[in-house]
């Protein structure tokens, strides 16, 4: 978005229809340009997970400037959540946080697998011991 047109978009009247379409040809120049940070983004998938990367970094820095744009120009139908600057993408976990999770769930899958094999024992020695009591006639 160049300064000029920022400019004149904020002395004229917000609005006038010249305004508005000035206001959308802007956003579909810069969702044009996200489209294509986008796409660069998928090219570059075998390396999604390196944090930094040029393409993820200005696709980043251009969702920004198009949701400040956005906000400015009253545009957007609905308000964005202003975007915490100092939080960082979270990183992916570590193989071992990966395994020790994943003990743990199959620790809980085993006990709850060994309770339902003993409380269906303790069903069947009833129901077993149901029938070889003798029963009064």
């Known amino acids: 978005m160049s300064q000029s047109s920022l400019h004149d978009s904020i002395h004229a009247d917000p609005n006038s229809p010249d305004a508005l379409k000035q206001n959308v ?22 390396h999604a997970y390196q944090a930094g990367s040029a393409e993820q970094t200005a ?7 198009l949701a400040e744009f956005f906000r400015q120009t009253g545009i957007g139908a609905y ?10 993408a979270p990183s992916p976990p570590t193989q071992q ?39 009064a006639r």
């Open 59 to 65: 696709l980043t820095h251009a969702l920004r400037s």
């Open 97 to 135: 946080q990966l395994i020790d999770s994943t003990a743990r769930e199959v620790q809980v899958l085993y006990e709850q697998l060994k309770r339902i094999q003993e409380s269906s024992t303790v069903a069947a020695n009833l129901l077993g011991a149901a029938d070889t009591v003798p029963r």
């Open 25 to 46: 040809q802007i956003a579909l120049e810069q969702v044009a340009r996200i489209q294509s940070l986008a796409r660069s983004c998928l090219h570059g998938i075998q």
């Open 79 to 88: 308000p964005f959540p202003p975007s915490p600057e100092s939080q960082s």
